[in-house]
């Protein structure tokens, strides 16, 4: 008898032997009829792998393998799966400091781009700038790992390196290599201008940004802040929970935004606020993101703001983390979200009502500029 038979009947007899439980598995989990020959071809894969492989096999390698294909096969940059290593490095971002060299990055088109650069970190001093494309990392080009998982690489133990491939408009692709360092998420900052308008800055969206909007923005409306400049620029977003506190108050009573998932579930988020306290200018760039575009988009949509800058990112998807059995977890795209009047910005951006680009060798910041103008026309 051939090898090709033996191997055939060996699946076989596998398939075989499993259909039954198979069948009794996906009864249990809701499985519909035609996904138990899916299944029964998975674990025949499984088991004719763990019994005739000739090196070892690592059963828990295996699974995470399979799992971490079903996602890429989405075909989703924002979907990825997680291994406990990953898992506990997004955590403990999204809670506040990290080993890491202080940038924020934007996945489009297959491409992976630098959307801001925090100040007082390792990227700042290496001299790196929004807008600068990371083609590899430590060597292995951007195009060998799913899109988030490129941000989890880059992360690492403070005090070790990590060699970046920047490509620059303009310029021959160069080598930076940067130590890791402690990133402190202080995520905004604010300060009086002239005429009585305030400026606040959000960086990011994360756990404790909330708490910081309202401390900076009572700090200045005790400085007599009579309207409020809102610079969302390079802010790649993040926690929504963190943008509602944000927009409570900001926003008019009434809707932030709108998470529709794939069954049609609606959750709609809302503002308390039972009126505008005085006038509101908003920043937006190309580099504007996600929660950050949630913001912008209610503030647009209920008339609340001026919109003034450049058009945004375009990142309306909802992701959430699903912790799993062994300190892993799934990062998975589930539903998009649509402003107060409906706009779904996925793939699209928000165009401001006052377009001002801003050069790249401008000498000073002409969109800041036009934005107090703007707010001043308010007052």
């Known amino acids: 008898m051939?090898?090709?038979?033996?191997?055939a009947g060996c699946l076989a007899a596998f398939l075989a032997g499993g259909i039954a439980a198979v069948g009794g598995i996906c009864y249990?989990?809701?499985f519909r009829a035609e996904h138990i020959g899916d299944l029964a071809r998975f674990l025949g894969a499984r088991r004719f792998i763990e019994s005739r492989y000739v090196g070892d096999v690592d059963d828990e390698k295996l699974m995470d393998g399979a799992i971490s294909g079903m996602v890429q096969a989405l075909g989703d940059p924002h979907s990825i799966y997680l291994d406990p290593e990953m898992y506990g490095q997004l955590m403990s971002q999204t809670e506040g400091s990290f080993g890491g060299i202080g940038v924020y990055m934007g996945f489009k088109d297959g491409s992976v781009s630098i959307i801001s650069v925090m100040?007082?970190?390792?990227?700042?001093?290496a001299g790196l700038r929004a807008g600068d494309e990371i083609v590899a990392v430590d060597g292995t080009p951007v195009t060998e790992y799913q899109p988030e998982e490129v941000a989890m690489h880059i992360r690492g133990e403070v005090g070790t390196d990590v060699t970046l491939t920047i490509r620059r408009a303009g310029e021959e692709d160069k080598d930076y290599t940067l130590t890791r360092?402690?990133?402190?998420?202080?995520?905004?900052?604010g300060k009086m201008l002239a005429d009585g308008m305030g400026y606040i800055r959000i960086g990011t969206f994360s756990e404790h940004t909330g708490r910081e909007f309202a401390s900076a923005l009572q700090e200045l409306e005790g400085q007599g802040m009579q309207g409020l400049i809102l610079d969302l620029?390079?802010?790649p977003g993040g926690l929504i929970k963190s943008c509602v506190e944000v927009a409570d108050h900001v926003v008019p009573k009434g809707t932030v935004v709108s998470v529709i998932e794939k069954n049609g579930k609606k959750e709609t988020y809302e503002s308390d606020l039972a009126e505008s306290?005085?006038?509101?200018?908003?920043?937006?760039d190309g580099n504007s993101a996600s929660a950050a575009?949630?913001?912008?988009?209610?503030?647009?949509?209920?008339?609340?703001?001026?919109?003034?800058?450049?058009?945004s990112y375009g990142k309306g998807s909802v992701q959430v983390v699903v912790p799993m059995h062994h300190d892993d977890a799934l990062k998975l795209t589930i539903a998009k979200y649509y402003t107060p009047s409906g706009r779904c910005i996925d793939g699209i951006g928000i165009e401001p009502d006052?377009?001002?680009?801003?050069p790249q060798d401008a000498t000073s910041d002409v969109q800041l500029e036009k934005a107090e103008e703007v707010l001043r026309g308010k007052l």
């Open 2 to 7: 051939s090898k090709k038979k033996i191997i």
């Open 28 to 30: 249990l989990v809701g």
């Open 119 to 125: 100040e007082g970190t390792p990227g700042e001093s």
């Open 181 to 189: 360092g402690s990133i402190e998420m202080k995520t905004v900052a």
């Open 233 to 235: 620029r390079e802010n």
């Open 277 to 284: 306290k005085y006038p509101i200018v908003v920043l937006i």
């Open 293 to 311: 575009e949630i913001l912008a988009g209610a503030l647009q949509d209920t008339g609340a703001a001026t919109l003034v800058g450049t058009k």
């Open 354 to 358: 006052v377009e001002v680009a801003l």
